[in-house]
Nanobody
Framework: QVQLVESGGGLVQAGGSLRLSCAAS????????MDWFLQAPGKEREFVAAISWSGSSTYYADSVKGRFTISRDNAENTVYLQMNSLKPEDTAVYYC???????????????????WGKGTLVTVSS
């Protein structure tokens, strides 16, 4: 049974930082592209960042480039999202996702994700 468990969300002031973690189990972690998506209230889920199975390739949404960094530790079956210079518009539930057999660019589509976590809430106050 595949499980993706996010942690690290919370309340932070604008300009602050948070680090999200996603612990994976039940899958061969190093064979999956790992993504982060977000979903703001009343809006569709949207892509944030992706990292290749090896960690050598990353891809970001334009809205987070230069502020967010995705990384992974295949020995720990964990993917991270370091979020800096947070803005109120970053407020959302953040979801970890795993996609098999894709490139990072292909993995930006939510419809191509194989597994989802349950999400962690990030709230950025102004």
């Amino acid at each position: 049974q595949v499980q993706l468990v996010e942690s690290g969300g919370g309340l932070v002031q604008a300009g602050g930082s948070l680090r999200l973690s996603c612990a994976a189990s039940g899958l061969t972690f190093s064979r999956y592209v790992m993504d982060w998506f977000l979903q703001a209230p009343g809006k569709e889920r949207e892509f944030v960042a992706a990292i290749s199975w090896s960690g050598s390739s990353t891809y970001y949404a334009d809205s987070v480039k230069g502020r967010f960094t995705i990384s992974r530790d295949n020995a720990e079956n964990t993917v991270y999202l370091q979020m800096n210079s947070l803005k109120p518009e970053d407020t959302a539930v953040y979801y970890c996702a795993a996609a098999f057999g894709l490139t990072t660019v292909q993995a930006i589509r939510a419809s191509r994700v194989n597994y989802w976590g349950k999400g962690t809430l990030v709230t950025v106050s102004s």
